[in-house]
């Protein structure tokens, strides 16, 4: 992949990515105003490209944003920036935002939202924590409050979760669990979060406040074709220090292993037997194997 040359599509059209610029007057730029997907493609196959696209539509649509391009549009778009690239395995970022405004928060003013797809490579992690687990901790930084803005809205504000990796950071691990505004687990910054208890697969519910991953539902598919338990309930932090096992998920980290957190060892301190078997199942289903 020539980085350097990588064309991404802007609002239509294929542009040098030098070139590839939107107005410091749009209120995604000002406001954080819009809605993306972050997508995978694994051996020139565009992996659940429909549920991606389908989530994009419907954060759009929760936010009043009208996408000036309908899902099979953009669908071919995507399409067409991976082959104009020649890319076969890369991360894919689409955006939508609201357009160009004026300096007041007033959405009203923002006549075309502005769409862009990149495609790239991405590394979330090095290799050697996917063999051997990451050390992650709990932050104070909470979720928003659902009731503030819905999790299921993928949006461009991610200052929570940002200054949640601010905790990480400074705590020298690559990741942190954010809890939400009842203190019960939710999601990391970045990824959804599994324990493996006494054989069952869990993960928090969609009540509490996580954003529903692709990458999530597709392991838990896997696990359930395996016939492994899989239960979506409140945990606590005391769940997770108790776990035989846990483990996240994520576009870009797809599924990694957790060895530690806050300090406590999880399980006898390596990669868990079903984590290595969901691990397995996960790539064989994204290489179409």
Same mark, same amino acid.
Request: aromatic residues 8%.
């Given at each position: 992949?020539?980085?350097?040359?990588?064309?991404?599509?802007?609002?239509?059209?294929?542009?040098?990515?030098?070139?590839?610029?939107?107005?410091?007057?749009?209120?995604?730029?000002?406001?954080?105003?819009?809605?993306?997907?972050?997508?995978?493609?694994?051996?020139?196959?565009?992996?659940?490209?429909?549920?991606?696209?389908?989530?994009?539509?419907?954060?759009?649509?929760?936010?009043?944003?009208?996408?000036?391009?309908?899902?099979?549009?953009?669908?071919?778009?995507?399409?067409?920036?991976?082959?104009?690239?020649?890319?076969?395995?890369?991360?894919?970022?689409?955006?939508?935002?609201?357009?160009?405004?004026?300096?007041?928060?007033?959405?009203?003013?923002?006549?075309?939202?502005?769409? +862009? @797809?990149?495609? #790239?490579?991405?590394?979330?992690? $090095?290799? %050697?924590?996917?063999?051997?687990? &990451?050390? =992650?901790?709990?932050?104070?930084?909470?979720?928003?409050?659902?009731?503030?803005?819905?999790?299921?809205?993928?949006?461009?504000?991610?200052?929570?979760?940002?200054?949640?990796?601010?905790?990480?950071?400074?705590?020298?691990?690559?990741?942190?669990?954010?809890?939400?505004?009842?203190?019960?687990?939710?999601?990391?910054?970045?990824?959804?979060? +599994? @324990?493996?208890? #006494?054989?069952?697969?869990?993960? $928090?519910? %969609?009540?509490?406040?996580?954003? &529903?991953? =692709?990458?999530?539902?597709?392991?838990?598919?896997?696990?359930?074709?395996?016939?492994?338990?899989?239960?979506?309930?409140?945990?606590?932090?005391?769940?997770?220090?108790?776990?035989?096992?846990?483990?996240?998920?994520?576009?870009?980290?797809?599924?990694?292993?957790?060895?530690?957190?806050?300090?406590?060892?999880?399980?006898?301190?390596?990669?868990?037997?079903?984590?290595?078997?969901?691990?397995?199942?996960?790539?064989?289903?994204?290489?179409?194997?």
């Amino acid at each position: 992949m020539d980085i350097a040359n990588l064309l991404v599509w802007l609002n239509g059209k294929l542009v040098p990515k030098g070139e590839a610029k939107i107005s410091v007057y749009d209120h995604g730029m000002l406001y954080g105003d819009g809605v993306f997907e972050g997508i995978r493609q694994y051996n020139g196959r565009v992996f659940e490209k429909q549920a991606h696209l389908k989530r994009l539509f419907e954060s759009a649509q929760a936010i009043r944003l009208k996408i000036p391009f309908t899902m099979e549009q953009l669908s071919a778009a995507l399409e067409e920036t991976l082959a104009a690239n020649k890319l076969r395995d890369c991360y894919i970022r689409l955006v939508v935002t609201r357009g160009i405004g004026y300096l007041g928060i007033s959405p009203k003013n923002c006549e075309t939202p502005s769409v +862009f @797809i990149i495609a #790239d490579s991405i590394q979330m992690y $090095p290799a %050697e924590m996917y063999q051997n687990g &990451m050390s =992650i901790i709990t932050a104070s930084t909470i979720r928003n409050h659902p009731n503030s803005l819905s999790p299921k809205i993928k949006s461009l504000n991610y200052l929570n979760n940002i200054l949640a990796k601010w905790e990480a950071i400074d705590a020298g691990v690559p990741e942190a669990v954010m809890l939400n505004h009842l203190g019960y687990v939710c999601e990391c910054t970045g990824d959804n979060i +599994f @324990i493996v208890k #006494d054989g069952v697969l869990v993960t $928090p519910s %969609e009540e509490s406040g996580v954003l &529903m991953g =692709i990458t999530r539902q597709a392991v838990m598919g896997i696990a359930r074709a395996a016939g492994i338990s899989v239960v979506e309930k409140n945990l606590t932090r005391f769940d997770l220090y108790v776990a035989d096992e846990c483990f996240l998920t994520g576009t870009g980290a797809e599924v990694i292993a957790v060895t530690m957190i806050d300090n406590r060892k999880i399980g006898d301190g390596k990669v868990g037997a079903v984590t290595k078997q969901l691990m397995e199942g996960f790539h064989r289903k994204v290489r179409g194997e």
